[in-house]
């Protein structure tokens, strides 16, 4: 709503110049919004999509995730290819992460195998990193059939948390006897983790000094006050 063009007066020039930039406002396609009415887990989340759905696959990208890509596209391209071509019901994005960092995210274990793409044969939530079975972590992009709402359904939800986690309804679907495949990140393609403060002061500085347009004059300031803070 803050975006939309103005119908009773001229908006104000920089609301312009960003509405003229989200080319996705103009596209041929509606937005739909849900809201879920409290914060009972991400697995009760998606299942407010179920009716938007119906018997369709659908993707599923987290918000608090942002993937860089030298050819943006290409990731959601590979994991929907791998949908078509495997039938699965459901595929995962997967970034390898250092041992400090698997107790924030679902782990996969992956069977052994050849192909070109991984099949996974378990997942758990935030081990500890002596339980994680790899360092391979889903990386905030699903690509999902229905089936995943009746999982979502049986899930139980944590005893602490109380809340219904996402990976847990996927393992329901690998206990199912349902395939489940990963599709890896490529070399250039980088994810940024923005659901904390800190990660996202991170994830703002490496992108903004690469911006084409105010990166430059962004490392020449940084570069100054380095300067001033080393004398």
């Given at each position: 709503?803050?975006?939309?063009?103005?119908t009773?007066?001229?908006?104000?020039?920089?609301?312009r110049q960003l509405?003229?930039e989200?080319?996705?406002?103009?596209?041929?396609w509606?937005?739909?919004?849900?809201r879920?009415?409290?914060?009972?887990?991400?697995?009760?989340?998606?299942?407010?999509?179920?009716?938007?759905?119906?018997?369709?696959?659908?993707?599923l990208?987290l918000?608090?995730?942002?993937?860089?890509?030298?050819h943006?596209?290409?990731?959601?391209?590979?994991?929907?290819?791998?949908?078509?071509e495997?039938g699965?019901?459901?595929?995962?994005?997967l970034?390898?992460?250092?041992?400090?960092e698997?107790?924030h995210y679902?782990?996969?274990?992956?069977?052994?195998?050849?192909?070109?793409?991984?099949d996974i044969?378990?997942?758990v939530?935030?081990p500890?990193?002596?339980?994680a079975?790899?360092?391979?972590?889903?990386a905030?992009?699903?690509?999902f059939?229905?089936?995943?709402?009746?999982?979502?359904?049986s899930?139980?939800a944590?005893?602490r948390?109380g809340?219904?986690?996402?990976?847990d309804s996927i393992?329901?679907?690998?206990?199912?006897?349902k395939?489940?495949?990963?599709?890896?990140?490529a070399p250039?393609e980088?994810?940024?983790?923005i659901?904390?403060?800190a990660?996202?002061?991170r994830?703002?500085?490496?992108?903004?000094?690469?911006?084409?347009?105010y990166g430059y004059?962004l490392?020449q300031y940084l570069a100054?006050?380095?300067?001033?803070?080393?004398?």
């Amino acid at each position: 709503d803050h975006f939309h063009p103005a119908t009773e007066t001229e908006p104000e020039p920089l609301k312009r110049q960003l509405w003229d930039e989200l080319a996705y406002a103009r596209a041929e396609w509606r937005c739909y919004f849900v809201r879920q009415p409290a914060p009972t887990g991400l697995a009760d989340a998606v299942a407010t999509a179920a009716e938007f759905v119906g018997q369709e696959p659908f993707l599923l990208s987290l918000g608090d995730s942002i993937i860089t890509s030298d050819h943006p596209g290409q990731l959601l391209e590979r994991m929907a290819q791998c949908r078509a071509e495997t039938g699965a019901a459901c595929v995962l994005a997967l970034e390898q992460v250092g041992a400090e960092e698997v107790h924030h995210y679902g782990v996969v274990r992956v069977r052994d195998g050849g192909g070109p793409w991984l099949d996974i044969a378990d997942l758990v939530e935030k081990p500890d990193v002596q339980a994680a079975p790899s360092h391979l972590t889903i990386a905030a992009r699903y690509i999902f059939t229905p089936d995943i709402f009746d999982c979502i359904r049986s899930t139980i939800a944590g005893a602490r948390s109380g809340a219904r986690e996402l990976t847990d309804s996927i393992r329901l679907l690998v206990q199912q006897g349902k395939r489940v495949c990963g599709v890896p990140l490529a070399p250039g393609e980088a994810r940024y983790d923005i659901g904390d403060f800190a990660s996202y002061f991170r994830a703002f500085c490496e992108l903004a000094i690469r911006d084409e347009k105010y990166g430059y004059t962004l490392r020449q300031y940084l570069a100054r006050r380095q300067d001033d803070l080393g004398a």
